[in-house]
T-cell receptor, first 112, second 116 residues
Framework: DVKVTQSSRYLVKRTGEKVFLECVQD?????MFWYRQDPGLGLRLIYF???????EKGDIPEGYSVSREKKERFSLILESASTNQTSMYLC???????????FGPGTRLTVL | GENVEQHPSTLSVQEGDSAVIKCTYS??????FPWYKQELGKGPQLIID?????GEKKDQRIAVTLNKTAKHFSLHITETQPEDSAVYFC???????????????FGQGTILTVHP
């Protein structure tokens, strides 16, 4: 079974802090994605990566950056956390040929 | 870019009834339409998908229909059971090839509650 793991299930941070969310997949997938999930808005794509060190902006990249130094690991970085970044963050991975995305369990981030 | 609208936002049914969730999309180049189910405390999981060269697909109690002309697709769940209670998301994609990289645009989600 494909497994996508996220470093934390719950995280509480203060405004202005730098926050790192880590995601690891074990299926050698080329593509990895970061979404945020908010009630009534569905899942919105923040950034994605199609190869090591390659990244592209999604629909809502402002206030975020990403890092992919190894194929299995994709990190989301909040340079200076703000209260409007309080949300559920979901990581997903997928192959370069198929369409299915496999999701991690999510990290619920609260910024105070 | 692509825009996906999903309705209804909440749906409450009695066990054994059918449930229908509808989505519309805006980009005629989209060719892949998956449905994901998200149970409490878990990430979304693919339950069924359809490609633009197919009008209908069925897998046991769930089915998806696609109308390319009208740019809408629907999820049908028959004989609903309490374990079907979850949040359901539709999505649209231009596929995994080229510069699409399998990116998905999701609808807003539907909270389905099945009452015993």
């Amino acid at each position: 079974d494909v497994k996508v793991t996220q470093s934390s299930r719950y995280l509480v941070k203060r405004t202005g802090e730098k926050v790192f969310l880590e995601c690891v997949q074990d299926m050698d997938h080329e593509n990895m994605f970061w979404y945020r999930q908010d009630p009534g808005l569905g899942l919105r794509l923040i950034y994605f990566s199609y190869d090591v060190k390659m990244k592209e902006k999604g629909d809502i990249p402002e206030g975020y950056s990403v890092s992919r130094e190894k194929k299995e690991r994709f990190s989301l970085i909040l340079e200076s956390a703000s209260t409007n970044q309080t949300s559920m963050y979901l990581c997903a991975s997928g192959t370069g040929q198929g369409n299915e995305q496999f999701f991690g369990p999510g990290t619920r981030l609260t910024v105070l | 870019g692509e825009n996906v609208e999903q309705h209804p936002s909440t749906l409450s049914v009695q066990e054994g009834d059918s449930a229908v969730i509808k989505c519309t999309y805006s980009d005629s180049a989209s060719n892949y339409f998956p449905w994901y189910k998200q149970e409490l405390g878990k990430g979304p999981q693919l339950i069924i998908d359809i490609r633009s060269n197919v009008g209908e697909k069925k897998d046991q109690r769930i089915a998806v229909t696609l109308n390319k002309t009208a740019k809408h697709f629907s999820l049908h769940i028959t004989e609903t059971q309490p374990e079907d209670s979850a949040v359901y998301f539709c999505a649209a994609s231009k596929g995994a090839g080229g510069t699409s990289y399998g990116k998905l645009t999701f609808g807003q989600g539907t909270i389905l509650t099945v009452h015993p």
